[in-house]
């Protein structure tokens, strides 16, 4: 009876950490550790991209994590964790900091939830065309005395299931 509910217990904190270690959660506990938590000082993500000896992608091949207008501290890097690959962006053009994480998911209400669960977020504007559909929401830090917002961007074709996180506060 002890080794039957010893492998039940098991299987239980076994089955809650693929759950806890899933691509979503993954991804939100990425973008709040290197993004949110270093908004204010995007320097501190590139010496750590350095340290970890990320790839620097090029200019030109980093479409999908770049933003529209490019300031003077961008940067994009790419790296593989778990077999799972990871593109980052940081910008601080027009007097915003930004800080962008992209890669593939399996459940975008996933992403969501978990994006609720951790922070306190409001949808100020949704939109879609094609198979892009792109959600903003204004969120409280507690990195900045500002506002910020939060875009979702993500596809919900099939074959094409990637999503991006943004995160972006004034910084003038």
Known sequence: MKKLLAFIILGLLWSGNAI?????RELLIKFDG???QNISNLKSIVEYAELKKW???PPGKDA????QKK????KSFGFIENSSAFLIGINDA??????SIATQYK????????L???????LINSQNQGIQNLEIYEVDLMQSVNKGMIVLNFSNQKGYEFVSLTVMVNNG
Do not use: Q
């Not at 300031?71 to 961008?74: A, C, K």
């Not at 459940?107 to 978990?114: E, G």
């Open 94 to 99: 027009e007097n915003k900091n930004s800080c």
């Open 116 to 122: 609720n669960e951790f922070y306190k977020i409001k």
């Open 64 to 67: 999908l994590i770049a933003p």
């Open 107 to 114: 459940s975008i209400a996933d992403v969501k939830k978990i």
């Open 20 to 24: 806890a270690n899933s691509i979503e």
């Open 34 to 36: 290197l993004c949110v």
């Open 55 to 57: 790839t620097i992608i």
């Open 71 to 74: 300031g003077p501290s961008y």
